[in-house]
């Protein structure tokens, strides 16, 4: 398996600011994906983030609302910026393990926004 | 554009019975996973399954995949209220593990 770490775990914002999420994993990682669960949904991928590369964004997602980071194989940021309440959601990192052939997930930030 | 469709999406069963969760997709893909998610956690990965006519078990769970029909099996066997949980299939859109999630189905096993 892989462990992952997420900070914050939780966050009550205004609307209008912006929160940054932090995934660490503990091994180094090509790729590793950013997604939404918003309540009582299924998830739905944000974009890939791939050290040394701009983010690759999914339909419906665009850098200037979920600028992302990854300076380094273990570590990645997104950032939800100018908050409204429709991103209230759970937001969950995950990185591939090519020798389980399974994607791990991180334990989720979940994000209200008043 | 890849589809995923899960269903039931709500499941309620007594305990000690059998049931199929079914998950189809719509286009060809390389790899399809299953997960379980309990409320408020996060995803615990359950299988990955690779290639056609695939079969995989761990304890009362057993998942197929067909992939000229395009679709998976969640099958429990002889159900526990533990199981009682969120069952997500998953499909790799075919490049780079990217994964397109199915609406999820609410299991809930009853004494």
């Known amino acids: 398996s892989a462990v992952i770490s997420q900070k914050p775990s939780r966050d009550i914002c205004q609307r209008g600011t912006s929160l940054t999420i932090q995934c660490q994993v503990d091994?180094?990682?090509?790729?590793m994906f950013w997604y939404r669960q918003q309540p009582g949904q299924s998830l739905t991928l944000i974009a890939t983030a791939n050290q040394g590369s701009e983010a690759t964004y999914e339909s419906g997602f665009v850098i200037d609302k979920f600028p992302i980071s990854r300076p380094n194989l273990t570590f990645s940021t997104l950032t939800v910026s100018n908050m409204s309440p429709e991103d209230s959601s759970i937001y969950l990192c995950?990185?591939?393990?090519?020798?389980?052939?399974?994607?791990?997930f991180g334990p989720g930030t979940r994000l209200t926004v008043l | 554009e890849l589809k995923v469709e899960q269903n039931p999406l709500f499941l309620s069963m007594q305990e000690g019975k059998n049931y199929t969760i079914y998950c189809n997709y719509s286009?060809?893909?390389?790899?399809l996973y299953w997960y379980r998610q309990d409320p408020g956690k996060s995803l615990e990965s359950l299988f990955v399954l690779l290639s056609n006519g695939a079969v995989k078990q761990e304890g009362r769970l057993m998942a197929s995949l067909d992939t000229k029909a395009r679709l998976s099996t969640l099958h429990i066997t002889a159900a526990v209220h533990d199981l009682s949980a969120t069952y997500f299939c998953?499909?790799?859109?075919?490049?780079?593990?990217?994964?397109?999630f199915g609406e999820g189905t609410q299991l809930t096993v009853n004494p």
């Open positions: 998953a499909v790799d859109k075919g490049s780079g593990s990217r994964l397109t």
């Open positions: 286009t060809t893909s390389d790899r």
């Open positions: 091994s180094q990682v090509t790729m």
């Open positions: 995950s990185v591939d393990r090519p020798s389980t052939d399974t994607q791990y």
